[in-house]
């Protein structure tokens, strides 16, 4: 069925990629065809990509990457480094 003023796009996508994708738009309440016409929508508002492309670790995926090395020592104690996390908390609320 044709839609007059629509142009369809096919793409070719990692199967596993694409049913990933379209749980991701489920959860968020739409499909994958809203979430890309949005995406595009974007992309032409920005002239350019809507995100910054970056090959940088954030600081969230380091502290992460640390916490998993963490978890893997024999000696490491959760319940310590939650206390160390407070200990921390609690020091910078002190400065102010």
Known sequence: MDNPGKDRITIRIDHE???????VAKDLGSDLSTLINMFLS???????????????VSEL?????????????????RAGAHQHLKDLRDEADSDD
Do not use: C, H, W
Request: net charge neutral; aromatic share 6%; glycine share 2%.
């Open 17 to 23: 990629q694409k049913l990933a994708a379209q749980s």
């Open 61 to 77: 995926d380091a502290a992460l990457a640390e916490l998993r090395v963490a978890e893997r020592l024999p000696n490491y104690d």
């Open 42 to 56: 974007q992309m032409i508002k920005e002239n350019g990509l809507p995100f910054t492309p970056s090959n940088r």
